[in-house]
């Protein structure tokens, strides 16, 4: 069965709950998405919470033996429960493929030691999402917003279109820069006519208009992004140190933009002085002493980030 992204989120959350102590983590998964699928969560929930009870009563029936007092009744209270383990799963079993229930039927169902065994070893993996939902339960109220697709989607959509407008706008800012610039200072270039220098600060700061419109809906759609999407930051360090990278720079980008809001009133409020032209472009060119190159450096790693998507937390089959 095809395991669903949420489903595999949850089975990496269940992963670092329980330290790698997970050990059937294709068929776990194959139960919680054929909860998922049809609206079974109620079921799973009572299957997690009986299987819990299977695992725990085995530990407890091995260490005390079956010479010790009380053990019979734990067996029976213990095949009791495995018995409801079964029927919880044989439920969720009725709309899977025909390959999935004779897969189960084969290894946990069968009426053998090593089915019995395997069936104990599938209770402590499920009793591992019964300590998992006892975990997110105080903030199991925010998780529609996680689990829909819609609302994240549509948020990386206009981060990827925000980044090309405004990464593409400072390219072209730069280009215009270098028509401008002396190479290597911060002087204009003395060779280009008065026409030709007023039309590239029109360029400049018309560019900056796309520039500011795409950093904000950067800002704004990644901020979304981050909170309405199943990727958890503790779960994709690559996210959470993409993250930290654009947020960090707000601060430089905020200054810089400031100078280029002036730059945009005085161009476009008619009647603009070249002189303030020329003044605005060149604090703008040297703001902060080059902070907004490091930003742009930066700006690439996310994107170096989001392609290989290092420190990306994956539970170990078999662990």
Not at 12 to 21: A, N, R, T, W
């Amino acid at each position: 069965m095809h395991i669903s992204y949420p489903v595999r989120s949850i089975i990496e959350d269940i992963q670092l709950l329980s330290g790698g102590k997970l050990t059937l983590q294709p068929d776990l998964g194959t139960l919680l998405e054929l909860a998922r699928q049809g609206s079974g969560q109620s079921l799973m929930e009572d299957l997690s919470f009986h299987a819990k009870f299977v695992a725990s009563t085995a530990r407890m029936m091995n260490r005390i033996g079956p010479d010790a007092e009380g053990y019979a009744k734990l067996s029976t209270e213990f095949q009791a429960a495995v018995e409801r383990v079964q029927t919880a799963i044989r439920v969720l079993l009725q709309d899977s493929e025909d390959e999935d229930r004779l897969h189960f039927e084969r290894t946990y169902f069968a009426l053998t030691p090593a089915s019995l065994q395997a069936l104990v070893a599938l209770c402590y993996d499920l009793g591992w999402y019964k300590n998992y939902l006892l975990e997110q339960a105080p903030s199991r109220t925010t998780s529609p917003a996680r689990q829909s697709g819609l609302a994240w989607r549509l948020a990386l959509v206009v981060v990827i279109l925000g980044a090309v407008l405004w990464i593409g706008a400072l390219h072209v800012r730069a280009l215009i820069g270098n028509e401008l610039l002396d190479v290597g200072t911060l002087t204009v270039n003395t060779t280009v006519s008065p026409a030709a220098e007023r039309m590239l600060y029109r360029l400049f700061a018309g560019t900056g208009i796309l520039m500011i419109t795409g950093y904000v809906a950067v800002l704004i759609a990644g901020a979304v992004f981050l909170v309405c999407s199943p990727y958890r930051l503790r779960q994709h360090g690559w996210l959470m140190m993409s993250a930290i990278l654009l947020y960090l720079f707000v601060p430089v980008e905020g200054y810089a933009m400031i100078l280029d809001a002036r730059m945009i009133l005085v161009e476009f409020s008619g009647g603009a002085d070249p002189a303030m032209l020329r003044e605005l472009f060149q604090a703008r060119v040297g703001a902060l002493a080059g902070a907004p190159f490091v930003a742009l450096l930066c700006y690439y790693t996310i994107v170096v980030l989001a392609v290989f998507q290092p420190l990306r937390l994956i539970g170990k089959p078999g662990a």
